[in-house]
């Protein structure tokens, strides 16, 4: 629910407001001001507040409810451009962000040199990967957590960049935040996990949630909100709440072989649209080989990205994980053509949302 205060309403008049749906029905509420006026979002199931008892408030100019199965990351709810601070690092709004690396630590040295490899290219953050989920149990699925964070400690001295990394087991949570991890991922095949999101939803470092490759457009929106909400079974909002989510679009299943997941395009501008949130998109990931992550990176870029997450692999050839589709020397060229695009395309447009789906 949004209420709008009529232009010149007085703080006081507002505070009002805040305290009727504070105390009559234990919601949160977050105030905005815009051009003139004051604008308050309800956190929680706002469904329960009466409007009548809302409007009749002085200064109340209107109650718009909020259709969106997904409040907290829904532009309808937060107008402008999230932009979330990785120590020090942007993400969001005019920013462009690469997140790059291995896709996962193999050893120190495959670590290292990767890890400097990314850096020299101009990645921002560094993809540090210890635990990896795979289809098949066969396959290289990480060393043993706690070695894996030793190195993830090395390829951050080496390389003093902040680093992000994939949880799929909510035990592993406290190591990795001891051991540093900036941005916490969520993989595609954890997407929906609502414990997992909840568990996030009670800290405050930044998570990468990545787009379930069967989800469509709201389920994805409504993993965000799960991080994001803080709200407990009941309904009521329990002061928790992760409002440092970046979306991660990396391609869904299709009929054709070719590619390793189908990338659309147009979710770029669409999600861009719906939601405040930063959103970044994946073209190891979805394309599956590295012959096709260099132009895929421009075509996500110039469709509205804030970022680019791919794989960069000092030795791509032996890579126990991978390998086919990640870069080399070519980051370096992705990495400053995407941000020539970037650069070109944002010029008399503030955030690089099209026209036709900015609310
Ligand atoms: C990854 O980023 O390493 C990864 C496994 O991607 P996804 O979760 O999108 O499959
Ligand atoms: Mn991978």
Known sequence: MIIHMVEGASEEQA??????IVNDYGLQCQTMVGAGSIVIGVKGMAGIVDEGRVTEL??????????????????????EDTIINVNGTLVGGSNLT??????????????????????????DILRAFVDKSRTSPYDYRGLEIARGLEIVKVMKEATGLPVVCELIDLRHLDAFLE???????????????????????????????????????????????????????????????????????????????????????????LVRGKSH??????PSHSSGDRALVERVSYGFVAAGANGLEFDIHSNPE????????????????????????HALLAEGSESGIPAAVSK
């Open 318 to 341: 032996e890579a126990l994980c991978d390998g086919r589709q990640a870069v080399r020397e070519e980051a370096g060229r992705i990495v400053s053509r995407s941000r020539a695009i």
């Open 58 to 79: 002085p200064g109340v100019d209107r109650v718009i409810r909020i259709t969106e199965k997904y409040k907290d990351a829904s532009r309808s709810f937060h107008h």
């Open 179 to 269: 051991a540093g991890i900036d941005v916490v991922q969520i993989g595609a095949r954890s997407a929906q996990y609502s414990p997992l999101l909840e568990e996030l939803s009670r800290i405050r470092t930044p998570v990468v949630l990545k787009h379930g490759f069967g989800n469509d457009l709201n389920e994805w929106l409504c993993a965000a909100a799960y991080i994001m909400s803080g709200i407990d079974r009941s309904g009521k909002n329990t002061g928790a709440g992760n409002p440092n989510v970046i979306l991660c679009y990396r391609g869904i299943r299709s009929f054709e072989s070719e590619t390793r997941f189908a990338a659309d395009i147009s979710m770029i501008p």
């Open 98 to 123: 690469i997140f790059g690396g291995p896709c996962a630590i193999e050893s120190e040295q495959q670590a290292v040199d990767s890890s400097v490899m990314a850096r020299d290219a101009g990645v």
């Open 277 to 282: 949130l930063p959103l970044i998109a994946d």
């Open 15 to 20: 505070d009002r407001v805040i305290d009727r």
